[in-house]
């Protein structure tokens, strides 16, 4: 396979590593770091055959990492992380509350979850796997967000053994040998996360409600440009009465905001893509389905803590077009192509 995409501070001019390393980031993550603290990173990426990326990485003192609804609604990227933690600390606080990661163990992150991952001298190696990659391996309506094995537990330490073996072995694969290992890493990370998903279930239906939820969902993701999707309409095409579909719903607002909130997030996607951008905010909105700007801007500011205008104006990260990188010579692309790796994977 090619090289791997590299990336070391210590060879590189520290503002510009820093810039570099946070350009890598910033379309999917807000970033802190604290202040005066000297900057010393390190990432390491293999494409595994187009099935999923492995990252060995890692950056020194306490670093922050934001998965917030903004940077959910731009990245372009919908996938899990799973970490091994090789050393350090790593914790993650989400709505669902904290949890601290032990050494030499594995966790699942989903990336379309709000979260903070706080990162203390803290190598590790992720794999960032397409969703539909690991869910079709997964019981229909498993949560996987904050999955992790103990650092005791025999079965994560096989899964942590065979991940460390995949980076030391990785850069010696063919193509056709990295694609192999990719997809038999994730029937084995299949077999192994069963035990530890989770089910948004309803104690009178715990097998109906996670199906008729996916297929709620895949509905509103087909037609959410539709003027007339709305709750009725649903209701309809899945043939359930009322009651039930707000049922599938009330943990997460209901119906008609989780619509909304889609229909933000797309509307967020099209202000920062460039392909949008002779489009007014006005035409976005009505686009939306809202009846007034003045509606939607309130709907948005309330979503992502900042106006229309103001999202348009800092726009998102847009990765130029440039030669493969196999060293730190030509580091002004290391960016663009972690980037464009991250979001070239396939399920």
């Not at 990173?41 to 595994?48: C, Q, Y």
């Not at 950056?59 to 799973?82: K, M």
């Not at 002779?278 to 035409?283: D, F, L, S």
Request: net charge neutral.
């Amino acid at each position: 396979m090619p090289k791997p995409l590299y990336f070391d501070s210590a060879f590189i001019d520290a503002d510009a590593a820093e810039e570099i390393w946070r350009e890598s980031l910033r379309p999917m993550y807000e970033i802190h770091r604290l202040a005066g603290a000297a900057f010393r990173a390190t990432i390491r990426t293999w494409d595994m055959g187009g099935a999923m990326l492995m990252t060995l990485h890692g950056a020194g003192d306490e670093v922050q990492f934001r998965r917030t609804r903004r940077r959910i609604a731009t990245s372009g990227v919908d996938h899990y992380l799973l970490h091994c933690l090789l050393g350090g600390s790593l914790t993650s606080e989400s709505a669902e509350g904290a949890q601290r990661v032990p050494v030499n163990s594995v966790v699942i992150r989903d990336m379309a979850v709000e979260n903070v991952g706080i990162a203390r001298d803290a190598p590790m190696i992720t794999l960032s796997i397409p969703r539909a990659a690991l869910d079709r391996r997964m019981p229909v309506g498993a949560r996987l967000h904050g999955a992790c094995w103990d650092a005791s537990d025999p079965i994560g330490g096989m899964v942590a053994s065979h991940i460390c073996s995949l980076a030391r072995l990785a850069t010696d694969m063919s193509d056709e040998q990295a694609a192999l290992a990719a997809g038999a890493t994730l029937d084995l990370l299949g077999a192994c996360l069963v035990p530890k998903t989770r089910f948004d279930t309803k104690k009178d239906d715990p097998r109906l409600a996670p199906m008729l939820r996916a297929r709620a969902l895949s509905h509103i993701e087909q037609n959410l440009l539709d003027p007339d999707l709305d709750a009725e309409s649903l209701r309809r095409a899945l043939g359930i009465s009322r009651t039930a579909l707000y049922e599938l719903f009330d943990e997460t607002g209901g119906v008609a905001r989780h619509i909304r909130d889609r229909r933000l997030d797309e509307a967020m996607r099209r202000l920062v893509s460039p392909r949008h951008g002779r489009e007014r905010i006005a035409e976005i909105a009505y686009a939306m389905g809202f009846g007034s700007e003045k509606t939607f801007n309130r709907a948005f500011k309330e979503r992502f803590d900042c106006a229309p205008g103001e999202a348009r104006e800092e726009g998102s990260f847009r990765p130029a077009k440039t030669a493969y990188v196999d060293d730190c010579s030509n580091v002004g692309a290391i960016a663009a192509q972690y980037h464009a790796k991250v979001r070239g994977i396939r399920g």
